[in-house]
Nanobody, 129 residues
Framework: VQLQASGGGLVQAGGSLRLSCAAS????????MGWFRQAPGKEREFVPA????????YYGESAKGRLTISRDNAKNAVFLQMNSLKPEDTAVYYC???????????????????????WGRGTRVTVSS
C-alpha cells in the first residue's frame, strides 16, 4: 500500500483546509489510520486517528475542537478537516497506517510514530498570521 497526502497549502489564520490521504496498491479499509504533523525542528506530533470502520476517533490535544478526522473506505481514503487554523498548525502533515488493531486503543501507542507501519508523503500546511 502507498499513501499520498494532499490538500495542503497556504492559508490565513482562522481559515480552513481539508487534507486527503489516498491509498493505492492495496486497501486500508481494515486498518486504523492516523495523521501526524512535523514542524521544522520539532518531533513528529500525533494529530488524530480513526478506527478501521470509522466508529472511533482519537484526537491529540492540539487537534481537539478544531480538527476532524474521517474516512471513506469505499474510496480507500482518509480525510482531515482543519478549521480555525493557527500559525502553530504550520507543519508537514502525514497520514499513516496503524500496525495493529490494538494500536489505537492505547493513548501511548496511537501517539507514537513507531506504532504506524506505512507512511505517505506529507503535505505542507502553512498558516500565516
Amino acid at each position: 500500500v502507498q499513501l499520498q497526502a494532499s490538500g495542503g497549502g497556504l492559508v490565513q489564520a482562522g481559515g480552513s483546509l481539508r487534507l486527503s490521504c489516498a491509498a493505492s496498491g492495496g486497501t486500508i479499509r481494515a486498518y486504523g489510520m492516523g495523521w501526524f504533523r512535523q514542524a521544522p525542528g520539532k518531533e513528529r506530533e500525533f494529530v488524530p486517528a480513526i478506527s478501521w470502520g470509522g466508529g472511533n476517533t482519537y484526537y491529540g490535544e492540539s487537534a481537539k475542537g478544531r480538527l476532524t478526522i474521517s474516512r471513506d473506505n469505499a474510496k480507500n481514503a482518509v480525510f482531515l478537516q482543519m478549521n480555525s487554523l493557527k500559525p502553530e498548525d504550520t507543519a508537514v502533515y502525514y497520514c499513516a497506517v496503524a500496525r495493529s488493531v490494538g494500536t489505537l486503543l492505547s493513548l501511548r501507542a496511537r501517539s507514537t510514530p513507531s506504532s504506524y507501519e506505512i507512511w505517505g508523503r506529507g503535505t505542507r500546511v502553512t498558516v500565516s498570521s
